[in-house]
């Protein structure tokens, strides 16, 4: 089992930054992947980035202006949020796969970002 928490979500003004963290505890060792999910108002969850098997891959919608930072040693994943947009706004969920055979997913409990135009 994998417990994730976030932290770092706030209010900003449209161009600003954020940056968020998230923390992964329980059985760390068997985590695969790691990135961030995010879900509007009235919308799906979506992908934000991902981080697997040493590669990070991007929404479309976020490509340049976020980025992903994983530290395996620390069980820690961060998303530095550049040029945020109003559009940005959501609560933003840290997850986690495990690698094994069948393996579960893991989610964070979400941190709201809101930007104001």
């Known amino acids: 089992q994998v417990h994730l928490v976030e932290s770092g979500g706030g209010f900003v003004q449209a161009g600003g930054s954020l940056r968020l963290s998230c923390t992964a505890s329980g059985s760390t060792s068997n985590i695969g992947a790691m990135g961030w999910y995010r879900q509007a108002p009235g919308k799906s969850r979506e992908l934000v980035g991902i981080?697997?098997?040493?590669?990070?891959l991007y929404a479309d919608s976020v490509k340049g202006r976020f980025t992903i930072s994983r530290d395996n040693a620390k069980s820690t994943v961060s998303l530095q949020m550049n040029v945020l947009k109003p559009e940005d706004t959501a609560i933003y969920y840290c997850?986690?796969?495990?690698?094994?055979?069948?393996?579960?997913?893991?989610w964070g409990q979400g941190t709201q970002v809101t930007v104001s135009s």
């Open positions: 981080d697997a098997d040493g590669h990070t």
């Open positions: 997850y986690a796969d495990d690698s094994g055979p069948g393996g579960a997913d893991y």
